[in-house]
T-cell receptor, first 114, second 112 residues
Framework: ETGVTQSPTHLIKTRGQQVTLRCSSQ?????VSWYQQALGQGPQFIFQ???????GRGNFPPRFSGLQFPNYSSELNVNALELDDSALYLC?????????????FGSGTRLTVV | DAKTTQPPSMDCAEGRAANLPCNHS???????VYWYRQIHSQGPQYIIH???NNETNEMASLIITEDRKSSTLILPHATLRDTAVYYC?????????????FGAGTILRVKS
């Protein structure tokens, strides 16, 4: 059973640029969620994808967007990067339809915007 | 959304039980309580979860009060490797999906 893998592990971008982060879900999981964790804070929910559609969204602007692919992997895209977007971005996979099922997190992508 | 309140930090002697409290007084009847921990800004690691009954696994025990307004995570024999940020989380289920609502967490320092 493979876990959740994220790429890249670290990334440096310039303000105004666009970035794409990738996530492969754990084997057998069909739902992917993305979280943003600023330094010293708990993770904040960005959005969730199920059956290749957005299935819930947190308080993040439209320049944060995502995709889920038929193999359940996912991408997080951020346009017009701002300095405050610097954070650890976490992907978590889970199995929809199973009450109380847990989430498996990846190790995250550390994004620095300069 | 239900929110959780945890003490910002706690110390525990190595080999002793670590008892981490959490208040979730606004939790709804069908919302689960999850505990995760995070070490050195790695991804959060699942520890345990529960709805109403107390739960135990190889890592920890979860004690949930009868009114479900608070819970306690118990690490029975803390080791130095248990030093981490521990998050008490409520899973919010909506028609459109679900999400984990993280609080600020408790920094647990296990000392020799």
């Amino acid at each position: 059973e493979t876990g959740v893998t994220q790429s890249p592990t670290h990334l440096i971008k310039t303000r105004g640029q666009q970035v794409t982060l990738r996530c492969s879900s754990q084997s057998g999981h069909n739902t992917v969620s993305w979280y943003q964790q600023a330094l010293g804070q708990g993770p904040q929910f960005i959005f969730q994808y199920y059956r290749e559609e957005e299935n819930g969204r947190g308080n993040f602007p439209p320049r944060f967007s995502g995709l889920q692919f038929p193999n359940y992997s996912s991408e997080l895209n951020v346009n017009a990067l701002e300095l405050d977007d610097s954070a650890l971005y976490l992907c978590a996979s889970s199995l929809a339809g199973v009450s109380g099922y847990g989430y498996t997190f990846g190790s995250g992508t550390r994004l620095t915007v300069v | 959304d239900a929110k959780t309140t945890q003490p910002p930090s706690m110390d525990c002697a190595e080999g002793r039980a670590a008892n981490l409290p959490c208040n979730h007084s606004t939790i709804s009847g069908n919302e689960y309580v999850y505990w995760y921990r995070q070490i050195h800004s790695q991804g959060p690691q699942y520890i345990i979860h529960g709805l109403k009954n107390n739960e135990t696994n190889e890592m920890a025990s979860l004690i949930i009060t009868e009114d479900r307004k608070s819970s306690t995570l118990i690490l029975p024999h803390a080791t130095l490797r248990d030093t981490a940020v521990y998050y008490c989380i409520v899973r919010v289920d909506k028609e459109y999906g679900n999400k984990l609502v993280f609080g600020a967490g408790t920094i647990l320092r296990v000392k020799s």
